[in-house]
């Protein structure tokens, strides 16, 4: 592994660069071509990328401004930053001045799952196209299929990311509390490269660096659709750590952040102190029995629902039901996409259409809650190969004693 100083050193460099585009044109000539198989079968003619996640997905970077995709041409209009360089760039002040002429009278895209009203009639009052298509729709699909060079990325998020959860017992010292303890966490993440953005896929979903839950603050519903919940340090942030006390008998839940280079793993691991209840020691052996039935069983062209369905029964058989995701409160799925955001597509749950493909990267984290105990379970980034679930996410699963 790279030692920190090279990280940021290898960062910095990146950042300097004027070009707009950081991919290699292959690789962005992959992404585009995959955006444009989706717009095509929504009846997209050209699509305005709009959010930060989808130009950094089509440029390798963040930019103020938008993306115009048609079939056969891309065109970069930006606002800010300047000085920027490269092919096809067309520096605006304002939306009104981007060329919609390529459009005819075709269906225009926008991102409408993350745009304010107020900008959608602007731009169809600027391109002169009115009820614009669902561009959100055929960027999550093209995203939910990643090149190789994306699962490299992820995988060397999770390489770093493992290290880091080796070294957590040596951050704890008697009598701290989870948020003494995540800020320890989260230090060492920080220096070891972590970029500290948690970019979240979804409506009002709020997260900062991840979730440390100790004890029976893990049972603590909360109004975000994350797996766990936790009474947070104040009502503005109501999820993850509360200020308890870490003592003998707890189980501590640390699910951090992952965002090493842009993509992001997502990992769960569980610490304890001293002894806990066995219950809590036999749904994380079923947590982990759960894990290696689904690595064989999603392979592409396995359905999200029925993997759900199979976690389940073996929650069933095990008589674990009423612990699963959850106690007073439970999440609806068992796992997701993870990229450059977390909750991309596909999503694993009972009502879910989605199929898996090959390229998909998905994260599973079956868990439980057990009163008096704490949360307990582990969560694993995979990509889906023709062979099942290859694991980027490979620190040790079992329950690891804190002192």
């Known amino acids: 592994m790279k030692h ?5 050193f290898c960062r910095k460099q990146h950042n300097a660069s004027n070009r707009l585009l950081l991919l290699p044109e292959d690789e962005s ?3 585009l071509d995959r955006l444009r198989h989706s717009m095509a079968a929504l009846g997209i003619h050209a699509g305005l990328v709009s959010g930060n996640a989808s130009k950094f997905y089509l440029t390798g970077r963040v930019f103020v401004g938008w993306i115009l995709v048609t079939a056969d041409a891309v065109t970069y209009y930006v606002r800010r930053p300047v000085e920027l360089e490269g092919d096809r760039i067309v520096y605006v002040r304002k939306p009104e001045e981007i060329d919609f002429s390529c459009l005819g009278s075709g269906c225009l895209g926008l991102e409408l799952e993350t745009m304010s009203y107020s900008s959608v009639e602007r731009l169809e009052v600027a391109s002169g196209i009115k009820n614009p298509g669902n561009l959100s729709s055929a960027l999550r699909s093209a995203r939910s299929v990643k090149t190789e060079t994306e699962i490299a990325q992820i ?4 390489e770093i990311q493992e290290d880091v959860y080796r070294r957590i017992p040596g951050l704890y010292r ?14 060492l993440s920080r220096m070891s490269g972590c970029l500290g953005q948690f970019r979240i896929a979804g409506d009002s979903m709020e997260l900062f660096m991840g979730n440390v839950l100790a004890g029976d603050n893990a049972d603590t519903p909360t109004p975000y659709d994350f797996a766990m919940g936790g009474a947070g340090a104040d009502p503005s942030l109501p999820v993850g750590a509360d200020g308890t006390v870490i003592t003998g008998g707890m189980t501590v839940m640390v699910d ?3 965002n090493y280079t842009g993509y992001m793993t997502d990992m769960t691991r569980v610490y304890k102190v001293g002894n806990i209840a066995p219950l809590a020691e036999k749904a ?4 982990i029995d759960i894990l ?3 690595e064989k069983q999603g392979i592409p062209g396995a359905k999200a629902s029925d993997m ?3 976690a389940e029964k073996i929650v069933n058989d095990y008589g674990l039901h009423n612990y699963f995701m959850g106690h007073r409160q439970h999440a609806a799925f068992i796992g997701h996409g993870v990229g450059i955001e977390i909750n991309e597509a596909p999503v694993i749950a009972p009502r879910s259409r989605d199929v898996l493909e090959a390229g998909n990267v998905i994260a599973l984290e079956p868990k439980f809650v057990i009163p008096g105990t704490g949360a307990v379970g582990v969560e694993n980034t995979y990509v889906v190969t023709s062979d099942g679930l290859k694991c980027l996410t490979n620190a040790p699963e079992e329950i690891i004693e804190l002192i």
């Open 284 to 287: 994380h052996r079923c947590s």
């Open 174 to 187: 008697a009598g701290m509390s989870d948020i003494e303890l995540q800020i320890e966490i989260e230090r």
């Open 4 to 8: 920190n100083s090279e990280h940021f």
């Open 29 to 31: 000539d992959r992404r």
């Open 308 to 310: 759900h369905a199979a």
């Open 155 to 158: 995988a060397r998020s999770g």
């Open 256 to 258: 951090v952040n992952g």
């Open 292 to 294: 290696r039935m689904l």
